[in-house]
């Protein structure tokens, strides 16, 4: 029960103090999943993003649900969720009352402006802890250059290229592993020989 809790507070927390949509959540999700109650490492973390991704819907809120369920099922999945998707309702439902009355402000106008910078930035620096976690081969380099041209010169849609670079990944980690699969045949039956030289 406290573990349920703790993940609704967590979520509520993530909902409540982000501003800019779902990206905006995932340092948030990160330093209270991963930082502060350890319910999973980073390359889980990097795992459920590009689950999320895939999956319609709101990548913050898909995200939630896959931690909760991996915390505590079914029950840890709806409470997760729950818990980031209340702030949302909560406080949309009340600006919505207001925004028409408030929006043509200049307090209000520079507000949004600023917050809209700062939404920019925590989206910047999610990048490159993402990049820095998961970029280990320079095969991967290539495959995150080919996605950011496929999307951002090209349109092209970003469920397509996450398989597309899915199957490439595959591919060139089984490669990897293969090749140094085969170098370490290599080395055995060289030891192998040399121990037969020694022996005669």
């Not at 999956?55 to 709806?78: C, S």
């Not at 910078?117 to 080919?146: D, H, N, Y």
Request: aromatic share 10%; glycine share 8%; net charge positive.
């Amino acid at each position: 029960m406290k573990e349920l809790k703790n993940l609704f507070m967590a979520f509520f927390r993530i909902g409540l103090f982000t501003f800019g949509g779902g990206y905006a959540m995932l340092p948030l999700i990160e330093r209270e999943t991963v930082d502060k109650y350890k319910w999973i490492n980073k390359n889980e973390l990097l795992d459920i993003f590009s689950m999320s991704q895939c999956t319609p819907g709101v990548i913050a809120v898909n995200a939630a649900t896959f931690i909760g369920n991996r915390i505590k099922g079914v029950p840890g999945a709806m409470v997760a969720t729950l818990g980031v998707i209340t702030p949302s309702i909560v406080v949309i439902t009340f600006i919505a009352t207001l925004i028409s009355n408030i929006s043509d402000l200049p307090i209000v106008e520079h507000a949004f402006a600023g917050i809209r910078v700062a939404v920019a930035a925590l989206i910047l620096s999610t990048c490159i802890k993402l990049f820095k976690a998961t970029i280990k081969m320079p095969e991967q380099i290539g495959i995150a250059i080919a996605a950011f041209v496929m999307v951002t010169f090209f349109g092209a849609s970003s469920v397509i290229v996450v398989i597309v670079t899915g199957i490439f990944g595959f591919f060139f980690i089984n490669l990897d592993k293969l090749k140094k699969a085969n170098l370490n045949k290599s080395k055995g039956r060289a030891e192998a020989e040399k121990e037969e030289i020694y022996n005669e």
